[in-house]
């Protein structure tokens, strides 16, 4: 089977044959990888080098954690990747958002619906693990809506501010 | 004579307390938020009792209902660890007025080196050099601490007179900042220690940050244990700690040491304490406040002086005489901790919360870790960052270092971003390696590399599409059910085999 | 220069030689048997390669296949760890005609001490102290041997002239035993060592085991590390140890560390070894053997002087100087290990094997744990029973045994039996804590307790039927299909919330 | 419920009523007991006192760890424990079995079929985790079989000799 395997703009042609034997980019690799009992940790031999490969199924790609670096790979089968068309995405206009990076405390709403704001400026003080963070307009324009008051405790991603 | 302590903490700090009690033969009590039910340091205590909600102020900060429980289980003393009640005079106070005995120095010392600007004036009065600032014992309105800025100089700190630690503290080197420094330092204090109270501090440039360890007992006797490295540090919290700094010497140290000794004579100072200082490019060193506690870096005084401080403090706490005299404390060898926080150093040190759902520690020659952490804790956004410390010992400097750097290959958490990838790539720094930093050094001159080397892009390519290729094969093979967790790795590890 | 070491080894040995390598800055290499291709010594090295399938002599035995993949990923140094090809001269040579550094004493040495006989004419030339028994250095027939034994006396040991470590040792008390004992003897040496020659020494009574810790470079330097006690023992094998010895003070500690490196300069050694000895109850002590190699108790000398024997053998065998003198060398405070094994101590130490489904390792102040269990494996029958070790340093022999006891209380291995409730008992008994014992303590005057204190049984009583309840409620409310163990457990954690 | 638990020759009557107070013997005790992400670990805590508890079905009991110490404990309620009879149980008589106590190698088997032995004769010679153990017989007889010899690998429980 053949894989097209992609790692931010990095591709890898990667095939592993009907007897398990592995090459990259045409070039056999030596593979030996085993899954360890906690299933979501790997011991991967290759080519005699010993790695420990943590892996997680993000939305439709692999998070690889190894050596204390996180890898976002995608992998495809030529099939799949001759059917997948172009993918839509969002545009980028519109709304700003900004969430709650975490589950928190709002300490302060600097800003009011209607206010223009420059990027940069401050307009929500959070507080989560003991530490305030000055949460900024991501670009300049206007408050459309404050969701939230000092006071409040929020959840992760809950809508705090937006900017039209 | 105690028997039973009660541990008025979480966490670490709490572990490393209840080890102590153990190995003093006293029971250990914990409490615990609904959040810590399942945490090591109830599962590790002989008694365990439930404060509240998790949120700090509906548990750790109950000091009411901790004296409460302590009286109902018989718990003879309570410890109050670092951070929450541990430099609260009042809840101090209320200990002592139940009856039990406050593993710490006596309330009112806790209450004057609490306010930073009565710390100040004591110590000047005791003799120790004071970073130039604010004079006055009093609450400054804002156009007082204005005029008073002209008189220090630009550039200065703005500081929380209330409490420490590293919160409520604004850098201002233009007199067009100051206002603001003012306002979001005065916001913070008011958060952290409900005392909005700031004063000005001249900013000492290119300074480190050291401090003396303090122990004393109760009947007059106070020791130093040397000093404390504390330089590497972001948003004036201490990220990695060392004992002894590369930028002290021995006289310096027999200076600093004598000094911070006479002190605390001057103030009756008692039980394990610390005199923390701003060491500038002359060495000349400043007050800067002292912690009237256990400190989160007390470790690599232990390593390197083999005194378990710990230990003492509960020892002293009983009325018992140090065990040491100042000839006694040597330093051997060399200790380095890097804290391990649920922080992403890839980006700008945001918590980072989430199940721990892979955990190996390290360990080996040397290398000691005081830890919360467990296979499957939730890292919830309630308490502070820091899941535990990683602590090692070398003969030297360097193979510290080395001995850091192994350890920390060695520590794999996965489910949450830490800042051991950070704390790597600080070990293999020249600067660090060399010992040349001052404070600024982590936020100012390092560079957390985020590109990982090419060839692990590979590794990680053929570990993805392998898992791909046998979830392909095994959704085709594997039948439906899933009896158990442990048939379910077996079938996969034959599967392996058979795809290998 | 040494740059890559491949280590010959598994199981805990070869992941401390691993971390010696790392923190000297050398690549690793490990090699494993298909037992242990998920073992962490495989894991933790830069490059790992397959020996064979499980049996040690398809694997770890097969010294041929150890140096050509060395040879081949161009390592330049081999470490034996101990066991398996540490004490082999025949390996040690093939490694070093294969042009790679030998990271150990040199081969003709290791030959000499290997022959126990040859060891002890030695050793008798060099000065040393030996018990009375058979001098001729040749393979005496059982008739030979009845008769040595009327000179010797009883009571006697038979003992194994090919190798040591406690195989092939048998006691006699009466000449009619002796026959059959050598019998044994001889059986147990052959299936050892291939070798099934045995020789008589004079039995000692109420004696200990005491050992010197030795250091050699290839410049002709040699020190002594101070002893260690190893009297603790079962079937003639160690089962705890301590540094320095309850038994040993200044002058006798300078008396046997001076013969036993004169004795060692005497055969131009170099490296680590260890000169054993039995110390009787005059303080009269006898020479025992001498090994060759890393010894499994090395930690307990490595935490009393600070001192990186691993390290220290690396360097030295690269060609560098000794970086200690003699003078150097102190011990200060005291250190103990506990192997931990997996046996049944409740059922004559019957060897336990299956799979480790639950780990929780200790660590915190003076507390260091060299093992190779990892969570999930299954421990075989192919290797020896030793998971790992469990070792503390305190300031005095008081505070170690608390310090240890409090470790052992955290060190929670599930899934198989293992020695940790015997060291609890150990470290509670008022004997071992009085330091009163010989070598026949742990076997003659030792009852192992296998009686849970009541108040447990009803502990156990509640858990298990809470357990029992919970799953008649679960089988209600439960779906049959199951997704994966988190959300399963997340399911089993809500479910606990609704059920408490 | 009612439950009737056994350890040994002990007796507890254990009651978990709707609201999941449990009494013991009918003394009321305070439990909160929570399972851990292995599964087989509990933390519990009984009337403030705090105990990891390390649970494994066996057959029809649950094998208990507790500080070390392990318990073999049996849960009826009360309903089962009527219905169920006094247990058959097997006669002790019959030949006597020596199996391998681990997987192993036999090195030696010092008796032959028809050879008479007394309790305490070695009959097999067993090595594993390189340790030799010598299996003995457990009572007077009469060999009766010999299934292995010397160099078998043997698996755990393989029946080695028996004794008539």
Chains 1, 4 share one sequence.
Not at chain 2, 44 to 54: I, K, N, S, W
Request: aromatic content about 6%.
């Amino acid at each position: 089977m053949k894989y097209i395997t992609t790692i931010n703009d990095q591709e890898f042609t990667i095939e592993i044959n009907q007897d398990n034997q592995v090459t990259v980019n045409g070039q056999p690799v030596e593979v030996d990888m085993h899954q360890m009992l906690d299933t979501t940790m790997h011991s991967l031999i290759i080519n005699g080098q010993s790695y420990d490969v943590r892996m997680k199924e993000g939305t439709g790609a692999y998070v690889v954690e190894l050596k204390g670096h996180l890898f976002e790979v995608t992998v495809a089968d030529e099939r799949t990747r001759r059917l997948a068309g172009i993918k839509s995405s969002f545009s980028a206009g519109g709304e700003a958002i900004i969430k709650a990076p975490m589950p928190g405390v709002v300490v302060e709403v600097p800003v009011s619906p209607g206010q223009p704001v420059e990027a940069g400026d401050v307009v929500v003080i959070f507080e989560s693990m003991k530490m305030q963070n000055e949460l900024k307009a991501p670009r300049t324009g206007q408050v459309h809506a404050v969701r939230v008051s000092p006071g409040d405790r929020v959840d992760q991603n809950a809508i705090l501010v937006t900017i039209s | 004579m105690l028997k039973k302590i009660l541990i008025a903490n979480r966490g670490e700090i709490a572990i490393r307390i209840i080890r102590a009690c153990q190995e003093l033969g006293y029971e250990a009590v914990a409490v615990y938020s609904d959040a810590d039910r399942m945490a090591p340091h109830v599962r590790m205590a002989h008694e365990a009792y439930r404060l509240g909600p998790p949120p700090a102020v509906d548990s750790y900060l109950r000091g009411d209902k901790i004296i409460d429980i302590a009286r109902q289980c018989g718990a003879d003393g309570i410890h109050p660890g670092y951070g929450f009640l541990a430099e609260n005079a009042d809840f101090a106070e209320a200990v002592e007025e139940a009856g039990l005995t406050w593993i710490g120095p006596p309330p009112d010392i806790i209450r004057l080196m609490g306010d930073k600007l009565a710390a100040r004036q004591t110590m000047a009065r005791a003799g120790v050099p004071l970073v130039p600032g604010t004079d006055q014992n009093q609450d400054l309105r804002d156009e007082e601490l204005f005029a008073v800025a002209q008189t220090v100089g630009y550039p200065l700190l703005v500081k929380a007179a209330g409490g420490g630690g590293g919160k409520g503290i604004r850098l201002v080197r233009q007199p067009e900042e100051l206002k603001d420094a003012i306002r979001v330092a005065r916001r913070e204090a008011e958060a952290a220690f409900g005392d909005g109270r700031v004063y000005l501090e001249k900013y000492i440039e290119n300074a480190r940050h050291v401090e003396i360890q303090l122990l004393g007992d109760l009947h007059g006797s106070i020791i130093h244990l040397g000093e404390r490295e504390c330089s590497i540090q972001r948003r004036h919290q201490k990220l990695v700690e060392e004992s002894p700094s590369p930028a002290v010497d021995d006289t310096l140290r027999e200076q600093m040491g004598r000094i911070a000794v006479t002190a605390a004579q001057a103030i009756n100072y008692a039980s394990a304490g610390t005199m923390e200082f701003i060491l500038d490019q002359n060495k000349n060193f400043y007050f800067l406040e002292m912690n009237t506690r256990l400190q989160v870096e007390h470790p690599v005084t232990e390593m390197v002086t083999g005194i378990d401080i710990v230990k003492e403090m509960l020892r002293v706490a009983s009325g018992r005489k140090l065990r040491y005299t100042q000839a006694d404390v040597q330093q051997k060898g060399w200790a380095i901790e890097c804290r391990i926080l649920a922080e992403d150093p890839a980006n700008d040190f945001m918590p980072s919360i989430g199940r721990i759902i892979g955990l190996t520690t390290p360990t080996g020659p040397g290398v000691r870790v005081d830890s919360g952490m467990y296979f499957g804790v939730e890292v919830t956004p309630y308490y502070d960052s820091m899941l535990g410390k990683l602590i090692v010992r070398g003969d030297s400097r360097g193979e510290a270092i080395l001995r850091m750097r192994r350890a920390l290959e060695e520590f794999r958490i996965t489910g949450i971003s830490t800042t051991v990838p950070l704390h790597l790539q600080l070990m293999n720094s020249a600067r660090f390696q060399a010992g040349q930093f001052d404070v600024t050094f982590l936020e100012r001159n390092f560079q957390f590399n985020q590109t990982p080397p090419g060839e692990l892009a590979q590794v990680a390519a053929v570990a993805a599409t392998i898992v791909a290729h046998r979830r392909n094969r095994e959704a085709i093979l594997l039948h439906q059910s899933q009896p158990s967790p442990w048939r379910l790795y077996g079938r996969r590890e034959a599967l392996d085999r058979r795809l290998r």
